[in-house]
């Protein structure tokens, strides 16, 4: 396969007609087709059926249209990075942060870097950990900071700070006369459930009730730690939660420790091999500062 064959089918997908298609890379509309019909001879299976006068992709394709998008962003990227070379536009730090660090520790950190670094343009892509993982995979950031996860290839991970999940209940619960929370205190309580993301199963926390014989009761599951607090604060459930993201919710939620303690590992990742510049260098060493002096509002 060629690039103008990839171009030909990435304009067919985002317009959805080969008349359009041939606009857009200036040929004629046979020209579309003929570079179509040998893509699909070249990857083996059908790109598109016809629906309605247009062309619809079919679940390979849109497949398919998911890798070559990812090409076509990355050629993106570099002409964008030549126009700033050109126009001499401020350097770019690229930083991938889970939703909960993104909200509460990362501007701390960003606020320390930009004192030695103020030309520099912060990009910020806020993700759950799966997408975060992609994009240091594919060295779409400089680095990223997020719940630790497993070994992967291409991958070097700084262990940042170990703590724990607490158990998070509205202000007015009963619970929040007690001390410690264990699992015979949620027995018949709605409870939250964290959904899977990737690498992280969540897996310890249903693990310590089967140990206890215990069954719980869950009745909202959720992605994000905002979701969670958000869910608690409304008294909809009580749950395990991480501690970060409970600042922004301290007026409608309290925290009170669970045990038996279920761990929580926050890390800082970034591509192997990398050679870091001085400004990488930088931002690490202030995220570091960040979750060393950093304070639970609890």
């Not at 030309?119 to 993700?127: L, R, Y």
């Not at 205190?185 to 690498?199: A, C, E, Q, R």
Request: aromatic share 10%.
């Amino acid at each position: 396969m060629n690039f103008r064959q990839l171009e030909a089918f990435r304009h067919v997908i985002l317009t959805g007609t080969t008349k359009e298609a041939a606009n857009r890379m200036f040929v004629s509309q046979p020209a579309v087709s003929r570079l179509i019909n040998a893509l699909e001879e070249e990857v083996g299976f059908t790109l598109f059926k016809r629906l309605k006068g247009r062309l619809q992709p079919t679940a390979a394709g849109l497949r398919f249209y998911e890798a070559v998008e990812q090409n076509f962003l990355g050629l993106e990227r570099l002409d964008q990075t030549a126009a700033g070379i050109r126009r001499r536009e401020p350097r770019e730090l690229k930083i991938a942060c889970t939703p909960a660090l993104s909200a509460t520790l990362l501007p701390v950190a960003i606020k320390a870097y930009s004192l030695h670094y103020p030309a520099f343009m912060i990009n910020v892509d806020t993700v759950i950990v799966p997408d975060l993982l992609e994009r240091i995979q594919q060295m779409r950031v400089d680095l990223a900071v997020t719940l630790a996860f497993p070994p992967i290839t291409g991958i070097e991970v700084e262990t940042l700070l170990e703590t724990e999940n607490y158990c998070a209940m509205p202000v007015s619960h009963p619970l929040a006369s007690k001390d410690v929370i264990t699992p015979e205190d949620l027995v018949g309580m709605p409870l939250l459930k964290t959904l899977p993301t990737g690498p992280l199963t969540w897996e310890e926390e249903e693990q310590i009730f089967r140990k206890a014989g215990l069954e719980p009761k869950y009745v909202i599951a959720y992605h994000t730690s905002h979701t969670g607090y958000a869910m608690i604060a409304q008294g909809l459930c009580i749950g395990l939660m991480e501690p970060f993201a409970a600042q922004h919710w301290r007026n409608q939620v309290t925290l009170r420790p669970f045990r038996p303690r279920v761990k929580l590992t926050y890390a800082l990742a970034y591509p192997s091999p990398q050679i870091p510049t001085n400004p990488i260098y930088e931002f690490r060493e202030a995220i570091r500062e960040a979750f060393k002096n950093w304070t639970f509002p609890f």
